[in-house]
Every structure is written in C-alpha cells, then in structure tokens.
C-alpha cells in the first residue's frame, strides 16, 4: 500500500483555503491534493478510504464555507489538464469537472449548440454544478446530463447513465467520491441567436445579485412557493451585519464578507436571519451554502 510520502508532489499541507473561495474566509486545509492525472487521483482515493482519511472535493468555491479551525483530512482539487478539457461532438459536449461552467458555456456557444444560456452568470465548476444542479426557474444543467463518469472508494471508474440519475431543487442523487466527466446533449441554433440570449440571461442575473467586486454567496434554499430573499427582505434583514458579514441589499438571499471577516461571522448571522425568519413566517429556511 502507498504511503502520504508517495504522493509528496501533489500535496500542499497546511494551505489556506481562503484564496480559493468566493466569500475569502475560512482555515486552512490539513492537505490540498492536486492530481496531475487520473491515475494518480484513482491511487489517491483508494489510499484515502483505505487509511480513512477524510476526503472532500473543491470545486471553484463559490458555494462553500470553511469554518475558521480549517478541514482535517484531504481536500482535492482538480485543477489540471487531465480534468479541465472539453470536447465537442455533434450535439453532445463532453466536460471534466473541473472546467468552470461559464466555460462549458462559452464552448458549446461557439460550437451553436444551445441550452445552456440560462446558466449564463451562475458562478461554479462542472462538478459542483452537477451535484448540487445548477440553475433556477428558468433551466438547469441537470436537463442536459446524459452519462457522468465517477470515481467509487476503490479508486475505480464507473458511468452513471442518464436513467440512474435524479436532479432537483439544487439537488442531484450524484454522491460518488469523485465525479469525473459529464456528457451533455444540447440543441443547434445559429451562434448569434445562442450569444443575444446569453447577454440577456447575464443582465438579468446580475442586476439583482451583489456587485461583481463583492465576495459573496447565495446562502439559503428558496422554500416551496417561496423566495428567501422576500422573506429575508420582509424581515427587514436587508444590510444587516454581524462583524464583517453583512445581508446584501440588492437580493437578500446574499451575504455579502467584507475584508477583515471570519467565518464565525457568517455562521452568526446565517443564524440571526434564519431565527427571524422563523419567529415572523413560521418557515425554516434550508442553508444552500455547504460548510465545511
């Protein structure tokens, strides 16, 4: 069996995690792991469950808080070329996980293939897209998915196909270890018409969410028939702040994290936001955010 020492070249140890989050707060990771191919990550994983470390997958960060103690274990990012490339045929578009979605955007828009338009804004990696189903009323990538290749504890592939998988309200039934490459089927359209729905779905999302300069997240599930942020809004939670964690007044469903915030922070008014919430509608609202 392979020791940590086998795998010194790909492992970071004590490495902030801040810098490769969207809200830039939280501790470090006891190991960031970059695999340089798949290889290496199948050895890895099965080292990892073997030995029962804690292992957790990083996508672009946009949905994620860390806490301010850090994560124990081995956290993965998969950031090199073996996860990062898409590859276009007819209709359907293959994409690691590691790609960020506004790429996989861009690519099957240059190739006139549609359907991902309404994604267009929506910040993330095609792995945490897939498991938590990106998108909003308008359209999610989940519609799109075929097949998506995963990794199991042993370090070995397998692919779900299209029949096996189920995508919700930001949900998916996608609990691999590690998801590897997704294919999708999408529809041809001419470019132009492809590109003048994507500068309207992109106007449209950022005129109600934070500025683009502003580190923040969505935080909070909408609830069935509801919106958070009308609820946050009518609470009158809007530019409330706890420490450096502030409620975003151009959609309350955001938190804004101003420089100099901690993690404790945003725990605390996720807290103060979802009390009053309760004690005025009667409604729980469900955390979207992952923390870690």
């Known amino acids: 069996m392979a020791g940590l020492d086998d795998f010194a070249d790909i492992i970071k140890r004590n490495e902030p995690l801040a810098p490769y989050l969207y809200l830039r707060v939280g501790g ?7 695999p340089r191919s798949r290889e290496e990550l199948s050895r890895f994983v099965r080292y990892c469950f ?24 081995a956290v993965l990012r998969l ?3 073996a996860f990062t ?15 960020a979605v506004s790429n996989l955007i861009a690519q099957a828009a240059q190739h006139g293939l549609a359907g991902f338009e309404t994604l267009v804004g929506i910040p993330g990696s095609v792995g945490g897209a897939l498991r938590c189903n990106a998108g909003d009323r308008y359209g999610d990538i989940g519609q799109f998915v075929r097949q998506v290749e995963v990794m199991d504890s042993s370090g070995n592939t397998q692919i779900r196909e299209r029949d ?12 691999d270890p590690v998801l590897l490459t997704a294919w999708f089927q999408l529809e041809a359209d001419s470019p132009d018409a492809i590109v003048k729905r994507m500068r309207k779905a992109w106007i449209a999302r950022k005129a109600s969410q934070p500025l683009s300069f502003q580190a923040a997240a969505r935080i909070f599930k909408d609830p069935r028939g509801l919106r958070a942020a009308a609820l946050i809004e009518q609470t009158g939670l809007a530019r409330t702040r706890v420490g450096g964690a502030e409620v975003s007044d151009r959609d309350a469903n955001y938190f804004i994290v101003h ?16 009390s009053r919430v309760q004690e005025r509608f009667n409604v729980t609202l469900e955390q979207e ?4």
């Not at 590859?87 to 690691?96: F, P, T």
């Not at 955010?289 to 870690?292: A, L, S, Y």
């Open 259 to 274: 420089p100099g915030a901690s993690t404790r922070d945003v725990l605390r008014l996720i807290d103060l936001v979802r």
């Open 164 to 175: 096996e998988l189920r995508f919700g309200e930001h949900a998916s039934n996608l609990d």
């Open 79 to 81: 950031s090199e070329p």
């Open 85 to 99: 490339t898409i590859r276009v045929e007819g209709n359907r578009v293959q994409a690691g996980t590691g790609v």
């Open 50 to 73: 073997a030995e029962r470390i804690p292992l957790r997958v990083l996508g672009s960060g946009c949905n994620l808080l860390v806490r301010d103690e850090g994560v124990s274990g």
């Open 28 to 34: 470090p990771a006891e190991m960031l792991v970059q």
């Open 289 to 292: 955010i992952t923390v870690w």
